[in-house]
């Protein structure tokens, strides 16, 4: 129900935008996210967004530079990634899930397979 794409090897300070095709999903959930997975690491949060795009949440880590977007008639929701670094890379998740939005992996409902991005310096 949750298809990543748009991963990729990149230089510093490069930019790369992710995209999560949706279907399927029930009308109970809330919200989209993604999350990251370094080698070694638990997932992290990078950013959330509300179905109805009223609300973007973000990691401090990303913060000014990726920005979460949806658009709700291709059933897409976007990673844009710009001044990309090293310590960016690993495999990026996108994730559906109920109200309350939460930054925590366990709480969505569904996941994507991943899309990998490598940062290299």
């Known amino acids: 129900q949750l298809r990543e794409s748009g991963g990729g090897l990149v230089q510093t300070g490069g930019s790369l935008k992710l995209a999560c095709a949706h279907s399927?999903?029930?009308?109970?959930?809330?919200?989209m996210a993604w999350f990251r997975q370094s080698p070694g690491k638990d997932h992290e949060f990078i950013a959330a967004?509300?179905?109805?795009?009223?609300?973007?949440y973000y990691a401090d880590s990303v913060k000014g530079r990726f920005t979460i977007s949806g658009d709700n008639a291709n059933n897409t929701v976007y990673l844009q990634m710009n001044s990309l670094k090293p310590e960016d890379t690993g495999g990026y998740y996108c994730?559906?899930?109920?109200?309350?939005?939460?930054?925590?992996?366990?709480?969505?409902?569904?996941w994507g397979p991943g899309t990998q991005v490598t940062v290299d310096t």
């Open positions: 399927g999903l029930p009308s109970t959930m809330h919200a």
């Open positions: 967004i509300t179905f109805n795009s009223a609300t973007a």
């Open positions: 994730a559906a899930g109920r109200y309350p939005v939460t930054r925590t992996w366990e709480n969505y409902t569904f």
